[in-house]
C-alpha cells in the first residue's frame, strides 16, 4: 500500500518591519509596564513547570527509611 503524501506546511508571507524611536514618555513606560507583566506570567509559568517536574520525581524516586536513634 502507498503511503499518504502529505502536504507541504503554508508558510505565511513576509512582513515588513519598520522601527521607530519613542519619544513620548507615557508610551515608553507602558511598554515597560507589558513587558514587566509578560516577564513576571512567563516566571510564574516555570515556576509552576518546576514544580510539577519535581513533584512527579520524587514521586517515582524509592523512599528512604530514616534511622531515627536518639543520642
Do not use: W, Y
Request: glycine share 2%; net charge positive; charged share 30%.
Amino acid at each position: 500500500m502507498s503511503k499518504k503524501v502529505s502536504m507541504p506546511p503554508r508558510i505565511a508571507p513576509l512582513q515588513r518591519v519598520v522601527a521607530e524611536v519613542i519619544t513620548d514618555p507615557a508610551e515608553q513606560a507602558a511598554l515597560d509596564k507589558f513587558r514587566k507583566l509578560e516577564k513576571q506570567k512567563q516566571g510564574g509559568q516555570k515556576a509552576k513547570m518546576n514544580h510539577k517536574d519535581a513533584r512527579v520525581a520524587s514521586a517515582s524516586a524509592p523512599k528512604r527509611k530514616r534511622n531515627c536513634t536518639s543520642v
